[in-house]
Structures are given as structure tokens and as C-alpha cells.
């Protein structure tokens, strides 16, 4: 009795939807206009593509925006970029390069 309520209920359900039937007809977009179709496709997929790289360019502007930032409150033997006013003196202070 349940079995047959049950099949009763699918094939009421399934005659009753007016779905349209055939390609393309069950997408969430027309396929209809080919060059609609093209534009969205080429959105779709380029920002996807395109994502990593507006990323990086992100990030390297914002790097670079803080370096300038923080080399201007440097003093000027950092801005040049050497760390000390003395000349270097070799390999180290025992070592004058002559005992390797």
C-alpha cells in the first residue's frame, strides 16, 4: 500500500513539472546568445585568473608603500644602506685574512 502511494506521488510530481526540456535548457544562464554567452564566460574565467596576480601587485605596492615610509625615519647611514660608519676590517676582529 505505502509502495504504491509512493510510486503514485513520483509520477504525479514528475508529470506535474513543466520544466523545458533539452541543451541548455536546465543551465542557470542562456546559452542562446553565443556572444553573450562568450562575455560571460571570459569574465567568469579571467577574474579567476586574473585574481593571483592583482594579489601580488597588492601586496608589492603595500611593501614598497611601508618601505618608503619607514626608510624616512631612518638616519641617513641606514637610507644609503650601510649599517656603520667604520670601514670593515676584514673577516673579523683576531682574523686579518692572512691566517686562513
Known amino acids: ?40 564566460m571570459v569574465v567568469f574565467f579571467g577574474s579567476g585568473f586574473a585574481f593571483p596576480f592583482i594579489v601580488v601587485r597588492h601586496q608589492l605596492l603595500k611593501n614598497s608603500q611601508q618601505g618608503a615610509f619607514i626608510s624616512q625615519n631612518l638616519p641617513a647611514s641606514r637610507r644609503e644602506g650601510r649599517l656603520n660608519t667604520k670601514e670593515p676590517s676584514g673577516w673579523g676582529p683576531s682574523c686579518s685574512g692572512d691566517d686562513l
Do not use: C, D
Request: proline share 5%; hydrophobic share 40%.
Open 1 to 40: 500500500m505505502f509502495r504504491q502511494a509512493v510510486r503514485r506521488f513520483t509520477t504525479s510530481a514528475i508529470r506535474a513539472s513543466h520544466y523545458e526540456e533539452g541543451p541548455g535548457k536546465n543551465l542557470p544562464f542562456s546559452v542562446e546568445n553565443k556572444w553573450r554567452l562568450l562575455g560571460m
